[in-house]
């Protein structure tokens, strides 16, 4: 069974290790200034108390397979938010649970008075980059907002 819930404290080391499991699977962990090395991603339960902020975590039976949030980064334009922290373990991709937690996202942000979603990517994420492109998210040729992930070059946005 497939759940979908918010964040919460004890899903912490999980959702670390789910995260930089697929950075080292698409062999991005060696990009400095990314999440993989961010200092947050041992504790998303705490960063996605801020308001106007959220995490959805998918589940499989009693399994944490995978995340995707809502986040107002520093920095961005008035009415933007980032679309953060969307990753999915291996051997659940292509069932449509990815589609799902995004538009979970996407939805919360609108939710949240949104009016378009900022993120930031990487090459070796193309599948991903895709997608982002499919759901109407299109190329920047600066970042904006300050994530402090300086290793993406890859930035999108999507009007809400």
Excluded at 16 to 31: D, W
Aim: proline fraction near 4%.
């Amino acid at each position: 069974m497939i759940t979908y819930r918010p964040i919460e404290e004890k899903d912490n080391k999980t959702l670390a290790l789910l995260i930089r499991n697929v950075f080292e699977e698409f062999g991005a962990h060696l990009h400095r200034g990314t999440i993989y090395t961010d200092p947050t991603t041992d504790n998303l339960f705490d960063l996605f108390r801020k308001e106007d902020s959220i995490c959805w975590v998918v589940k499989k039976n009693d399994t944490i397979i995978g995340c995707c949030g809502i986040y107002p980064t520093r920095g961005l334009p008035d009415g933007c938010a980032e679309l953060v922290k969307f990753y999915l373990a291996k051997d659940q991709r292509g069932r449509g649970i990815g589609k799902k937690i995004l538009n979970l996202s996407i939805d919360s942000a609108k939710d949240f008075g949104y009016s378009s979603l900022y993120l930031e990517s990487l090459p070796e994420f193309s599948n991903a980059v895709a997608m982002y492109e499919r759901y109407g998210f299109k190329p920047l040729s600066k970042p904006l907002g300050d994530s402090g992930h300086f290793g993406c070059n890859i930035w999108m946005v999507k009007q809400l």
